[in-house]
């Protein structure tokens, strides 16, 4: 066994079928602004800017600096008891970008880690306040918050909890997912249809008491599960309901914040405000795993009480503020300011509607949507074999296109980098339309 093959058969590739792909493997050597370097050389354009995650292309010569800098000044500071300078920058950089009334950002690792540090923020602040009787979460059906229990847990993709169903959080309830295709498909935006869905919540708090929930989370656009933008007037209805009962609000932002729907944050492009925001991915621009839990004065103040040498939260990592994450992390925050990042998504939201529904009239393809520099063609599935044909279109766009396509089953998905040249963006959907004409 050669020690290429040997390695290609160590590693478990998260949510991958690793058989299929070690018939066939698609291994990235190197990537630089909008592409990457395969193996074999071959250039390919990155349609999806990582995971959601490299906003601002790969590689960007500043964040590269920046790392480079601090590993070589401060490789690691503990984050218990004692800190780094570059951990309190950040933060105060971020929680100046958050909406109005966030005060504090608490440091993780990804997005699954921000999610149940989230999901125990909002248990403890309940419990601070003389309501330890709040538990009781509520998620949604095709939410994604990552796979950490208490993500899974509330969260609603049936292959990630199935295996799993026996150990999931007690109390936790779903609202309905607000895709209807007979209503929504080909819908430009917003979707008319579906606000009526956020009272769900209202009933869940007739059923339990809304005295009984501690927090709703969702995401403000659906991303992993297919790209589902909320109904008009749906996010504004769920921030209502909570109102009513005392209830947090918890916006899984882990994609849509840093410029994703053309501002810092969706709350900020809706007008919603949540009481928890939860992010990742663009925090660094994917270059050191990072996350971070912002929260608003109420919930931090709640929690800053009794005598001050107890420790308030008993919930930290070893990576908590990581110094050469938050280096790249303030770094990324200068290059969306300096290169105007956001506004360059917004004015690229229409160019990036049109190349998406220009597949609407094509004859494999049921449904197209979007919003902000997030987008989804959804192709007809193949009879007896889901997933068969976006897997195909997948591996074809790579090899035969040299282009980048994230497809999760039958749902080919699109997140273009947030300084997209148009004319690489237009070629790219071009190569995907070639691919989906000629697959069976």
Known sequence: MS??????????????????????????????GHYYTAADGARLYDTFSGLWTSGLGHCHPKVVEAVQHQVATLDYCMGFQVS??????????????????????????????????????????????????????????????????????????????????????????????????????????????????????????????????????VEPVVGSAGVIPPPVGYLEKLRNICDQHGILLIFDEVITAFGRVGAAFAAERFGVTPDI??????????????????????????????????????????????????????????????????????????????VLHAFADHPKVIDVRNFGLMGAIELAPREGAPGARGLEVHKRCFWDEHVVVRNGMDVLQFSPFLNSDADEMQQSFEAVRRVIDAVE
């Open 277 to 354: 925001i939860t992010t990742a991915k663009g925090l660094t621009n994917g270059v050191i795993p990072m996350g971070a839990v912002l929260v608003q004065e109420h919930v931090h103040e709640a929690l800053m009480q009794g005598p001050p040498h107890v420790i308030e939260l008993f919930h930290g990592y070893t990576y908590s503020g990581h110094p050469v994450a938050a280096a790249a992390g303030l770094a990324v925050q200068d290059v969306y300011v300096e290169e105007g990042t956001f506004e360059q998504s917004r004015a690229l939201e229409q160019t990036f509607e049109d």
């Open 84 to 217: 780094n300078d570059k951990a309190f920058a950040l933060a105060e950089r971020v929680v100046d970008m958050a909406p109005d009334g966030f005060s504090n950002c608490f440091f993780t690792n990804s997005g699954s880690e921000s999610v149940d540090t989230a999901l125990k923020i909002a248990l403890a602040y309940h419990r601070a306040r003389g309501e330890g009787h709040r538990t009781r979460l509520v998620g949604r059906e095709k939410g994604y918050h990552g796979v950490n229990f208490g993500g899974m847990s509330v969260g609603g993709i049936v292959p990630n909890r199935k295996i799993f169903s026996a150990c999931m959080l007690p109390g936790v309830d779903h609202l309905r997912h607000t895709m209807d295709l007979e209503h929504t498909a080909f819908s430009r935006g917003l979707p008319e249809w579906g606000a009526h869905l956020a009272d769900d919540l209202a009933r869940l708090a007739v059923l339990h008491d809304g005295s009984n929930i501690a927090a709703v989370i």
């Open 3 to 32: 020690a290429a093959t040997s390695a290609i058969d160590a590693y478990w590739m998260p949510f991958t079928a690793n058989r299929d792909f070690l018939a066939e493997p698609r291994i990235i050597t190197g990537a630089a």
